[in-house]
């Protein structure tokens, strides 16, 4: 089943939440709306699952028209067919664990029942299906949510924020179990969170949603590779601003030059660099000179930070290996072409 | 009040309208509605609320009316001493609750000494125990035939007129009968709100250089002091309404006022006209507790609740506070029940035991039915507001809880008015067009009184429904949406399992409420048909006093159950613990 966000507008009073966003998961994809908080995105999958009114636009859900904001079509939550697990799982705390899984199922068929089962066994939650959610933890609660959520065997999951609640050392494994049992169902889901690392763990297909509009879309690869905004590029950790002017069709900067094709001869850019794209010259004579600030083994990478001559601030440079030069060395700099991005104007202020 | 509640019902609901955000825990979004629902879940409250302000209607529309015969003659004699009277019991019952339920909460809260813990539950079972209840059996005790002037004229041989004795029938008399309790209504707001002081800025106050009297002084009262005004202003609504206490001592009050000129002059102008001005008096107390109640809201900057810093009593200091506590427990709840144990004790009239049935069984039917009906108007009315949480809903909802205010014998003039019109309508058309006088059908029934009960004590239902339903997470709502579950089965399968605890406790506070109620009851029941209450009162009326013990008794040990369940809330939370949310 495929599930189809079609122009959707929203606003609250006077403030405009989504402004003609689309967005399409094809069947079986895991998709993920990725961006800061506030920026809309809670509301459009609320949209999704019926929960709220949209002021604009269609959402189709497996071929059926489920909502028409211009023919006044709005169909119930419940008659919807979604599943939806909140950010605060919203278990129901009168109900056994059996009890809020088995919730949206109508048929209380010995086969469903076993079924039921073993969905709460494979999660290992069998133990606990006559306990009551308090007494589970917060990766066990987070399972329980989604085995009710794909009880009724949805034709769309929707979830918000999944793992944002997990305590970090748990989220890693929860999100793998979860992102397998997804998988192995094929099932059509549509995920919302703002934390990119998380979206590109789990994600076949990215939507990136700033201030209530898509701004980019595409393979995780595509968009950590081309990002087309500098606040997408930036998404993905801090990046090494450095400014220069465009001369012959390329951006010349203390750190060379980088293509800068259908920039205008003389326009002021600026170039990001990821800090795992600062390399160190092995050959003398190569790249630019630079000082180290600081240098910390954070493990299999060191950081270093740079003060790089015609640079106003110091830069990050992600090294490999543990051998690496004492603050106060001089070392020369070179940049990945591949993980430096040119955009127009001050990419700082972005 | 009549004409805003009519705007406010003829204002088309307005699904465009922009939602503004009125109250915490409000969802920022808008919940789905079919067009159907949202007709039927915004009409419900609106509707509610109509038939909820029409006895306030009906007394504030007799304002207009000329005043003639008896209704001006009592405008000119009597209302200046209604008012002086209702102003001194004001004013004396005020300052005794503030005085008495602050202090005692301190006391219990901040201080350790022997026994606080038994004192911080014993300090709440005054409020088990009605005004005229307490009358009753202090008037046993301190008349001149009483226990103690006999025993004070055996010890020192006076005479009858050789000594001077406070006079218990009086205005100072009543005053003190009101503040033993009434004081209760103070010191369990205080001491929540002490309670829920944050140790943070007791101990600031004290690394400043303040004494532990001090920090009382300078942090801990100012905090509290919103939730005291608030205290203070329920107990002086429960002095407005008061008409057992003060009839029984022959104090002449508004509503004492009121009660004669509907049972003894029939006179319905003068008792609207009474009614408006007492309902004046009543509006300024509750602006008032609306006004502290706004300000207590927002007060607390620091959330860590930890054992609060307690100042250990020794010596004559902890004597003195084992007293202060004491004498309100012995003298508002021991003392009374007490005598009337004796009193009750003294009747032997085992043939009565069947009428003490049919009284009890009386007060159930009115107290159940009501108590049912109540908490059945106030989901309804909360769930509206949930599922279209407009500015309509929570207005409607706002007009609707204000019987809480209005003192029972308005409540039995504002009911009692339009229905015997409506009667007197249905009966003149039945003539006119069959021939036959369908006679009072509603005026004098159980379905009036239950009206009355059901619009003075909604409130005390919805505010525990409204609570309950507010702690239950939006997403439970939409998780059961998406799950296939309908608004009703919504309610049936998620909020009603949710809220049945305090379902429960809604219904026995109205209950027990009704049970406890006199004078709209007095005023409006249908022939023959008494309540314990009645069957008190008119006991005590014709100075039967042992005979009123046994009814009062009764009465008192029913209102014991929430008391005891309330005590046990408090037993069970200790300061610090904090008052963390259920589910």
Same mark, same amino acid.
């Given at each position: 089943?495929?599930?189809?966000?079609?122009?959707?507008?929203?606003?609250?009073?006077?403030?405009? !939440?989504?402004?003609?966003?689309?967005?399409?998961?094809?069947?079986?994809?895991?998709?993920?709306?990725?961006?800061?908080?506030?920026?809309?995105?809670?509301?459009?999958?609320?949209?999704?699952?019926?929960?709220? !009114?949209?002021?604009?636009?269609?959402?189709?859900?497996?071929?059926?028209?489920?909502?028409?904001?211009?023919?006044?079509?709005?169909?119930?939550?419940?008659?919807?067919?979604?599943?939806?697990?909140?950010?605060? &799982?919203?278990?129901?705390?009168?109900? /056994?664990?059996?009890?809020?899984?088995?919730?949206? !199922?109508?048929?209380?068929?010995?086969?469903?029942?076993?079924?039921?089962?073993?969905?709460?066994?494979?999660?290992?939650?069998?133990? &606990?299906?006559?306990?009551?959610?308090?007494?589970?933890?917060?990766?066990?609660?987070?399972?329980?949510?989604?085995?009710?959520?794909?009880?009724?065997?949805?034709?769309?999951?929707?979830?918000?924020?999944?793992?944002?609640?997990?305590?970090?050392?748990?989220?890693?494994?929860?999100?793998?179990?979860?992102?397998?049992?997804?998988?192995?169902?094929? !099932?059509?889901?549509?995920?919302?969170?703002?934390?990119?690392?998380?979206?590109?763990?789990?994600?076949?297909?990215?939507?990136?949603?700033?201030?209530?509009?898509?701004?980019?879309?595409?393979?995780?690869?595509?968009?950590?590779?081309?990002?087309?905004?500098?606040?997408?590029?930036?998404?993905?950790?801090?990046?090494?601003?450095?400014?220069?002017?465009?001369?012959?069709?390329?951006?010349?900067?203390?750190?060379?030059?980088?293509?800068?094709?259908?920039?205008?001869?003389?326009?002021?850019?600026?170039?990001?660099?990821?800090?795992?794209?600062?390399?160190?010259?092995?050959?003398?004579?190569?790249?630019?000179?630079?000082?180290?600030?600081?240098?910390?083994?954070?493990?299999?990478?060191?950081?270093?930070?740079?003060?790089?001559?015609?640079?106003?601030?110091?830069?990050?440079?992600?090294?490999?290996?543990? /051998?690496?030069?004492?603050?106060?060395?001089?070392?020369?700099?070179?940049?990945?072409?591949?993980?430096?991005?040119?955009?127009?104007?001050?990419?700082?202020?972005? | 009040?009549?004409?805003?509640?009519?705007?406010?019902?003829?204002?088309?609901?307005?699904?465009?309208?922009?939602?503004?955000?009125?109250?915490?825990?409000? %969802?920022?979004?808008?919940?789905?509605?079919?067009?159907?629902?949202?007709?039927?879940?915004?009409?419900? %409250?609106?509707?509610?609320?109509?038939?909820?302000?029409?006895?306030?209607?009906?007394?504030? #529309?007799?304002?207009?009316?000329?005043?003639? *015969?008896?209704?001006?003659?009592?405008?000119?004699?009597?209302?200046?001493?209604?008012?002086?009277?209702?102003?001194?019991?004001?004013?004396?019952?005020?300052?005794?609750?503030?005085?008495?339920?602050?202090?005692?909460?301190?006391?219990?809260?901040?201080?350790?000494?022997?026994?606080?813990?038994?004192?911080?539950?014993? #300090?709440?079972?005054?409020?088990?125990?009605?005004?005229?209840?307490?009358?009753?059996?202090?008037?046993?005790?301190?008349?001149?035939?009483?226990?103690?002037?006999?025993?004070?004229?055996?010890?020192?041989?006076?005479?009858?007129?050789?000594?001077?004795?406070? @006079?218990?029938?009086?205005? *100072?008399?009543?005053?003190?009968?009101?503040?033993?309790?009434?004081?209760?209504?103070?010191?369990?707001?205080?001491?929540?709100? +002490?309670?829920? @002081?944050?140790?943070?800025?007791?101990?600031?106050?004290?690394? =400043?250089?303040?004494?532990?009297?001090?920090? +009382?002084?300078?942090?801990?009262?100012?905090?509290?002091?919103?939730?005291?005004?608030?205290?203070?202003?329920?107990?002086?609504?429960?002095?407005?309404?008061?008409?057992?206490?003060?009839?029984?001592?022959?104090?002449?009050?508004?509503?004492?006022?009121?009660?004669?000129?509907?049972?003894?002059?029939?006179?319905?102008?003068?008792?609207?006209?009474?009614?408006?001005?007492?309902?004046?008096?009543?509006?300024?107390?509750?602006?008032?507790?609306?006004?502290?109640?706004?300000?207590?809201?927002?007060?607390?900057?620091?959330?860590?609740?930890?054992?609060?810093?307690?100042?250990?009593?020794?010596?004559?200091?902890?004597?003195?506070?084992?007293?202060?506590?004491?004498?309100?427990?012995?003298?508002?709840?021991?003392?009374?029940?007490?005598?009337?144990?004796?009193?009750?004790?003294?009747?032997?009239?085992?043939?009565?035991?069947?009428?003490?049935?049919?009284?009890?069984?009386?007060?159930?039917?009115?107290?159940?039915?009501?108590?049912?009906?109540?908490?059945?108007?106030?989901?309804?009315?909360?769930? *509206?507001?949930?599922?279209?949480?407009?500015?309509?809903?929570?207005?409607?909802?706002?007009?609707?809880?204000?019987?809480?205010?209005?003192?029972?014998?308005?409540? $039995?003039?504002?009911?009692?008015?339009?229905?015997?019109?409506?009667?007197?309508?249905?009966?003149?058309?039945?003539?006119?067009?069959?021939?036959?006088?369908?006679?009072?059908?509603?005026?004098?029934?159980?379905?009036? =009184?239950?009206?009355?009960?059901?619009?003075?004590?909604?409130?005390?239902?919805?505010?525990?429904?409204?609570?309950?339903?507010?702690?239950?997470?939006?997403?439970?709502? *939409?998780?059961?949406?998406?799950?296939?579950?309908?608004?009703?089965?919504?309610?049936?399968?998620?909020?009603?399992?949710?809220?049945?605890?305090?379902?429960?406790?809604?219904? #026995?506070?109205?209950?027990?409420?009704?049970?406890?109620?006199? %004078?709209?009851?007095?005023?409006?029941?249908?022939?023959?048909?008494?309540?314990? $209450?009645?069957?008190?009162?008119?006991?005590?009326?014709?100075?039967?006093?042992?005979?009123?013990?046994?009814?009062? #008794?009764?009465?008192?040990?029913?209102?014991?159950? %929430?008391?005891?369940?309330?005590?046990?809330?408090?037993?069970?939370?200790?300061?610090?613990?904090?008052?963390?949310?259920?589910?």
């Amino acid at each position: 089943m495929n599930l189809s966000l079609e122009g959707i507008r929203h606003a609250y009073g006077d403030k405009r !939440v989504l402004d003609d966003v689309s967005v399409t998961v094809r069947p079986g994809e895991v998709a993920c709306l990725l961006g800061p908080s506030g920026c809309g995105k809670t509301t459009l999958l609320r949209i999704a699952a019926g929960l709220e !009114v949209a002021a604009g636009g269609r959402v189709v859900i497996g071929g059926r028209l489920v909502a028409d904001a211009a023919a006044g079509l709005h169909l119930p939550p419940e008659a919807r067919r979604v599943g939806l697990m909140f950010q605060d &799982y919203a278990l129901f705390p009168h109900l /056994t664990i059996f009890d809020n899984v088995a919730f949206g !199922v109508t048929d209380r068929s010995p086969a469903t029942r076993a079924r039921l089962h073993e969905a709460l066994d494979r999660m290992g939650l069998e133990g &606990y299906a006559r306990s009551y959610p308090h007494v589970l933890s917060g990766g066990q609660q987070q399972r329980c949510a989604l085995i009710r959520a794909l009880a009724p065997e949805p034709d769309i999951l929707l979830l918000d924020e999944p793992f944002s609640n997990l305590d970090v050392t748990l989220r890693a494994d929860v999100r793998d179990q979860a992102l397998a049992l997804l998988k192995e169902r094929r !099932v059509t889901t549509l995920v919302v969170t703002h934390d990119p690392q998380e979206a590109m763990a789990i994600a076949d297909k990215l939507w990136i949603l700033y201030e209530g509009r898509v701004v980019q879309s595409g393979t995780p690869e595509e968009i950590y590779a081309h990002p087309r905004h500098a606040s997408i590029a930036r998404l993905f950790g801090p990046m090494n601003a450095v400014g220069g002017v465009v001369r012959d069709g390329a951006v010349v900067t203390p750190l060379g030059a980088f293509a800068a094709a259908g920039l205008d001869e003389g326009a002021s850019a600026e170039v990001l660099i990821r800090p795992e794209g600062m390399r160190l010259a092995a050959v003398e004579g190569e790249g630019a000179h630079a000082e180290v600030i600081a240098a910390h083994l954070l493990g299999c990478v060191t950081r270093l930070r740079l003060a790089v001559a015609g640079v106003v601030e110091p830069l990050d440079a992600l090294v490999p290996g543990v /051998t690496h030069p004492r603050p106060g060395e001089s070392v020369r700099v070179g940049v990945d072409p591949d993980l430096a991005f040119v955009f127009v104007g001050d990419a700082r202020a972005a | 009040m009549l004409d805003h509640g009519a705007r406010v019902s003829l204002a088309p609901p307005d699904a465009s309208a922009p939602v503004l955000p009125a109250r915490a825990w409000r %969802p920022t979004w808008r919940p789905t509605w079919r067009p159907t629902w949202a007709g039927v879940v915004t009409a419900l %409250p609106v509707a509610i609320a109509l038939l909820f302000t029409l006895p306030i209607s009906a007394i504030l #529309l007799h304002l207009l009316l000329p005043a003639e *015969g008896a209704a001006a003659h009592l405008a000119t004699t009597v209302l200046p001493g209604y008012a002086l009277t209702t102003l001194q019991l004001g004013v004396g019952v005020g300052i005794g609750v503030t005085i008495l339920g602050t202090g005692t909460a301190w006391l219990v809260t901040l201080c350790r000494f022997p026994g606080h813990s038994v004192f911080a539950w014993a #300090l709440v079972l005054p409020l088990a125990v009605p005004g005229y209840v307490m009358a009753y059996a202090y008037t046993d005790v301190l008349q001149f035939a009483g226990p103690v002037q006999t025993a004070l004229r055996d010890l020192f041989g006076w005479q009858a007129r050789d000594y001077w004795f406070p @006079q218990i029938r009086s205005a *100072g008399g009543a005053t003190a009968m009101l503040v033993l309790v009434l004081y209760p209504y103070v010191y369990l707001l205080a001491r929540t709100a +002490f309670l829920e @002081q944050s140790v943070c800025t007791l101990e600031v106050a004290r690394t =400043l250089g303040c004494s532990p009297w001090q920090s +009382f002084r300078r942090v801990a009262l100012p905090a509290a002091r919103p939730a005291i005004v608030a205290g203070t202003a329920l107990a002086l609504m429960e002095t407005m309404a008061d008409y057992g206490t003060v009839a029984f001592f022959g104090v002449q009050t508004f509503t004492t006022g009121i009660v004669r000129a509907w049972l003894s002059y029939g006179d319905r102008v003068a008792a609207a006209q009474l009614s408006a001005v007492l309902l004046s008096f009543v509006l300024a107390i509750v602006l008032l507790e609306r006004h502290s109640r706004a300000q207590a809201r927002f007060h607390h900057t620091s959330a860590r609740y930890r054992f609060l810093p307690a100042y250990r009593l020794r010596g004559l200091s902890a004597a003195g506070a084992v007293l202060a506590c004491a004498v309100p427990v012995g003298f508002g709840f021991l003392l009374p029940v007490l005598v009337l144990a004796g009193m009750a004790l003294g009747v032997d009239e085992p043939g009565r035991l069947g009428r003490y049935l049919e009284l009890l069984r009386n007060s159930f039917v009115l107290g159940g039915t009501t108590a049912v009906l109540a908490v059945i108007t106030a989901v309804a009315m909360a769930y *509206g507001a949930r599922l279209r949480p407009t500015p309509l809903t929570h207005a409607a909802n706002r007009f609707a809880s204000l019987g809480y205010a209005v003192p029972g014998a308005v409540m $039995a003039v504002g009911v009692l008015i339009p229905s015997a019109a409506a009667d007197n309508a249905l009966d003149g058309w039945m003539r006119a067009t069959f021939g036959v006088s369908t006679g009072l059908l509603l005026t004098g029934s159980i379905a009036a =009184l239950v009206y009355a009960y059901l619009v003075r004590f909604l409130a005390v239902s919805f505010t525990a429904v409204e609570a309950s339903l507010g702690k239950i997470n939006p997403n439970m709502d *939409g998780a059961a949406r998406v799950l296939g579950c309908g608004p009703l089965a919504t309610v049936r399968r998620v909020h009603l399992p949710l809220m049945r605890p305090s379902l429960l406790a809604a219904a #026995l506070l109205v209950f027990v409420d009704v049970v406890k109620e006199l %004078p709209a009851t007095l005023m409006m029941r249908p022939f023959d048909f008494d309540t314990l $209450a009645v069957q008190a009162y008119n006991f005590a009326s014709d100075e039967r006093l042992a005979e009123a013990a046994i009814p009062s #008794l009764i009465i008192v040990g029913i209102g014991l159950v %929430p008391v005891i369940l309330l005590s046990r809330t408090i037993a069970r939370s200790r300061p610090g613990a904090g008052a963390q949310a259920v589910p």
